[in-house]
């Protein structure tokens, strides 16, 4: 290999060999084809963009995914010239493929390779998600109004819901006393109806269950 300086945009290759081997009493550089080299120059740029987790998993009946997955780092340094990275939002992964996932995931998955200008600060992430066995669970929440002047009584029929929901199996007691569901019909839409029927709007109230709506009733 011939070192050569890349502060000009244009090279003489035939002075650069010249000198490589001008110590050499057996060499004799009489030509270099081509002997000028032009060189694109470009502003080097280096950014950090969050890492695009390519993921296919395919879960056994009943099992799911809990809470987010977690990739480690979650994002990557890239550089290169302006023209090559200003444009790149994400940096991909290569896909991760599971089938009848019953078990929490804590692999190192690899990020797709960048091209010979594009350098990246990792080579692979850490992917971990907690997956769990679901099962359903009901309960019966009685109807509110929001809104509603003091003073008014506004009554329902029927005066409750049965709220059918998915929940971790270990999650399931807790999901039964706290009842982590609101279920209401705004003032406004009452005062708007005139056919005596309203639809009711099902909240999930803060907690740290993962708990999942499946449907309502009526």
Known sequence: SIPVNLESTQINLFEQIRTVF???QDVNITSVQPSILNVNLEERLEKRIPIDLQAELD??????IVGDVQI?????????ARSRVENI?????????REGVRESIDI???LQK???VVSISHSEIQMIARVSEFTEGELRIPIDSRGTPRGRDIRFNPASVAVRYSVPIEE????QELAPFEVYVPYSQITSDTTGLVSPIVELTP?????????FLP
């Open 22 to 24: 001008q110590g050499s």
């Open 207 to 215: 907690t740290d269950l993962n708990i999942r709506l499946r449907s």
């Open 89 to 97: 939002t994400v940096w991909p992964s290569e896909v991760v493929r």
């Open 172 to 175: 399931y007691m807790d999901s």
């Open 114 to 116: 960048p091209s010979s």
């Open 108 to 110: 190192m998955v690899p």
């Open 72 to 80: 480690i780092p979650d994002s990557v340094t890239i550089s290169g």
């Open 59 to 64: 879960f056994r009946r009943q099992f799911a």
